[in-house]
């Protein structure tokens, strides 16, 4: 029996954005949770404890940053790591981020690549992961 992919919520409300990211997470291995704005990343985050927050920073409902700080003021989501991917690009909002809590910021536009490779890096620091093959599902 091979292991259970690992679970990621990825929110973002541009949704050609959103496929890119769902795509490279799955052909990478993982299952992905897609959502449209930080209150459903956060809904999932605290009833699926997914291994990995994925936060746009601009979002209607909720911004990534609100989800952030919501995320980690709550006992049952604080230790699930958090990457933001956003078009917010100063020093100011990397710092915000980072304050917050977040475990990685990557600016739009992005690399596939990078995001992956970043990915990895937040899941397994060792580098001893193997993701297997996994699904995507989306919450609207």
């Not at 795509?23 to 990995?52: C, M, T, W």
């Not at 937040?122 to 001893?128: E, M, V």
């Amino acid at each position: 029996m091979s292991p259970r992919p690992l679970q990621i919520v990825v929110a973002d409300d541009d949704v050609m954005i959103l496929d890119v990211v769902r795509h490279a997470l799955r052909s990478d291995g993982y299952d992905v949770i897609a959502v449209k704005n930080g209150e459903l990343a956060l809904h999932q985050a605290q009833f699926k404890g997914p291994a990995l927050v994925i936060l746009d920073g601009s979002m209607p409902v909720m911004d990534g940053y609100a989800a952030l700080a919501a995320l980690k003021s709550d006992a049952t989501t604080t230790s699930i790591p958090v990457l933001m991917l956003t078009a917010r690009r100063s020093a100011d909002d990397v710092r915000r981020a980072i304050d917050l809590g977040a475990s990685g910021y990557i600016a739009k536009p992005f690399e596939t690549r990078v995001l992956l490779q970043r990915v990895r890096s937040i899941l397994n620091p060792a580098a001893t992961h193997t993701p297997t093959v996994g699904g995507t599902e989306f919450i609207d």
